[in-house]
């Protein structure tokens, strides 16, 4: 097999606290190809910090240790800020979660998918919102002119997360980090949004790492999943084989959603075991060939 | 603009309530201790007071609207005439105070903020809390004993030296606008020695107070979403603060920059003083001493017009930098 696009082992993210230290991610380690990879656990359990801690953003206090980081066999692990930044937006990016703090207010669309794009490619001013205008098209946006002299505020959600999502895609990353993208928008429009990150991602062949609290949508809309559980991950599964889930915490995740063709009054709750914290994760080894082939 | 009318109308009332139940006799101060009772009739008639209050009111709207605040019983002048004279003493003084304030302590807050704990941060919290604490006067009459007596360095009290004094034609009455306009470099450099000092002392107050707020909006700009967004792209930390932060930042920035510089135009009292400074401070405090209220009240009005004035004027900025205003 080559080199995954990323390969992470023992990846830990530790807040010095006055009680002490804080380990908010616990020696997390996957592979990713041109796949997409959900990660799910419930709040607080150091999702958005894995994604983060990719970046380079994790800022003091925050430490970040790892036995490997590396992007196509490239280590990125404590790089200089200077060669971070050159990784950042233009091969690994990220979409966050609420379209409405994540732009910029006093800036136009326009400007702030044209600076995202020249960062990188440079290029003429011209070709650069020609560029621009082209990934709103992607995005399935109409009016992409009129869009470009628009301000965020002047945008539902919907649109916002488009627009974010063709702005960290304008420069081609290989990676894209989605955390949560859909959990701030109306439920009418999420479906839409998910089936335009994923036509975008699946036709550059991309590796996208889908981080949500929500088992369901991951499961339909990722390959593979990993479940999270307070720094560590206790379980990886491929999406087709959810139902054959060993992990106790991922069995609860699953029987804590409600089902249509069976009815319950109550959803039951899910109690939690210290044992979960330490024990080693289940499912499968971390060295599998991934899928695709690549 | 309707609520600036009543702003405006407001302070009229103020100052014309003030004027009635202060426990000066403004007749007695015209006609003189020694009138006799006919003199005191005839000159209490004159001056409209036998009238009911409301007309009193109107005609002092219609007064203060012409520019006709009355003469001043202690200089013998028409009171606008003497503003004319003084204001721009003032401006002058307090516009150089909040260059000298902003252009050292926006940049000063702002990389307070981006190096949070770091040793600009510290510094600039003890120049900020020496702003805030020390005595206008006695920083004043040091910076007079070491940069005046004993360096030599500025030019003394007052706003020129004795041979420039009305060398430069009046242009706007601003020294250093006039003495440029006239092209005479030696009165200018004579000006900008004496003006140097007591602006620098009130830009050092508004450094402080822009200083501290411009970290504290910084602060909260930096821990915004966009501008993670903005380190996602990959941007340089340099264009995330001024591209990103700081242009949120300009927005209320604009409301502190115009508030402080009101108080410079209207609180520079103390610095006037020691610096024999001949501006609007000074004269309202003079007149006020001397019991010459149609000068305070004028003096008062301005300083007033200029504070509505400046509120306007940030407003209007407001809507051009703010998209969300629109
Ligand atoms: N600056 C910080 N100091 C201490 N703990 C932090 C800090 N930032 C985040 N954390 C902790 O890290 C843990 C993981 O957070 P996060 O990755 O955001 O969780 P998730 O995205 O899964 O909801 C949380 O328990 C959070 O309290
Ligand atoms: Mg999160």
């Keep these: 097999m080559t080199d995954p696009l990323l390969s992470v082992r023992n990846l830990r993210v530790t807040f010095a606290t006055r009680q002490g230290e804080f380990q908010a991610v616990r020696g997390v380690g996957f592979d990713l190809g041109r796949e997409r990879l959900g990660v799910v656990g419930e709040s607080g359990s150091g999702k958005s910090m894995t994604g983060r801690a990719i970046l380079g953003l994790v800022r003091p206090p925050g430490r970040v240790t790892a036995d490997r980081m590396e992007l196509e066999g490239q280590s990125i692990l404590n790089l200089s800020e200077r060669k971070m930044r050159r990784i950042r937006g233009s091969r690994i990016s990220m979409v966050m979660q609420d379209p409405k703090f994540s732009l910029n207010p006093v800036m136009t669309i326009g400007d702030q998918i044209i600076e995202a794009y020249r960062l990188h490619a440079g290029g003429a001013k011209g070709q650069a919102r020609q560029k621009a205008l082209d990934m709103l098209a992607a995005v399935q946006i109409r009016e992409p002119e009129r869009v470009m002299a628009a301000y965020p505020h002047e945008m539902s959600g919907g649109m916002g997360q488009r627009i974010m999502i063709a702005m960290m895609l304008a420069p081609d990353p290989e990676i894209l980090i989605a955390d949560e993208p859909t959990s701030a928008l109306d439920v009418s429009v999420r479906t839409e949004v998910l089936n335009i990150l994923d036509r975008l991602v699946r036709d550059r062949g991309m590796g996208l790492i889908f981080i949500s609290h929500d088992l369901n949508l991951v499961a339909q809309f990722c390959d593979r999943v990993l479940i999270m559980y307070a720094g560590r991950i206790v379980e990886t599964l491929s999406a087709r084989t959810l139902h054959e889930a060993r992990h106790p915490y991922t069995q609860g995740l699953l029987n804590s959603l409600p089902r249509l063709d069976a009815p319950v009054d109550r959803l039951p709750v899910l109690p939690r075991q210290d044992s979960w914290r330490d024990g080693g994760p289940v499912g499968e080894s971390l060295e599998t060939d991934l899928p695709g082939g690549l | 603009m309707l609520s600036l009318a009543l702003t405006l109308l407001g302070l009229l009332l103020v100052t014309f309530i003030i004027g009635r139940v202060m426990p000066i006799d403004p007749v007695l101060k015209v006609v003189g201790d020694r009138a006799s009772q006919a003199q005191y009739e005839a000159a209490y008639q004159a001056m409209g007071l036998d009238k009911p209050l409301v007309v009193q009111f109107f005609g002092y709207i219609g007064d203060v609207l012409t520019g006709n605040f009355g003469r001043s019983i202690s200089t013998g002048q028409l009171v606008i005439d003497d503003i004319r004279h003084v204001f721009p003493a003032t401006l002058e003084l307090a ?30 919290r003890v120049v900020a809390l020496v702003g805030y604490s020390m005595p206008i006067f006695w920083l004043g009459l040091m910076g007079l004993l070491v940069f005046y007596g004993i360096l030599g360095w500025v030019g003394g009290p007052g706003r020129q030296g004795i041979i420039f004094d009305g060398m430069v034609p009046s242009v706007t009455g601003l020294i250093l606008v006039d003495s440029l306009i006239a092209g005479d470099w030696a009165a200018f450099r004579d000006a900008f020695s004496h ?94 001493l001397a019991g010459d209220m149609s000068a305070v009240l004028g003096g008062t009005i301005v300083v007033g017009v200029c504070f509505i004035a400046l509120n306007l004027l940030s407003d209007l900025l407001y809507r051009v930098l703010d998209p969300r205003s629109k």
């Design chain 2, 95 to 124: 516009t150089l105070g909040t260059l000298i304030g902003v252009s050292i302590g926006v940049p000063l807050g702002v990389i307070a903020a981006a190096r949070r704990g770091g040793i600009i941060d510290q510094v600039a």
């Design chain 2, 195 to 288: 003006i140097i000092l007591p602006a620098s002392l009130l830009g050092y107050f508004s450094l402080a107070y822009i200083s501290r707020m411009t970290r504290s909006f910084m602060l909260e700009q930096l821990g915004a979403e966009y501008i993670t967004t903005a380190r996602v792209k990959g941007l340089s930390e340099g264009a995330v603060i001024w591209r990103h932060a700081f242009r949120n930042i300009s927005i209320p920035l604009v409301t502190v920059i115009a508030l402080s510089f009101g108080s410079l135009l209207e609180g520079s009292v103390l610095t006037e003083i020691i610096f024999s400074w001949p501006g609007l401070g000074q004269y309202i405090t003079k007149s006020l």
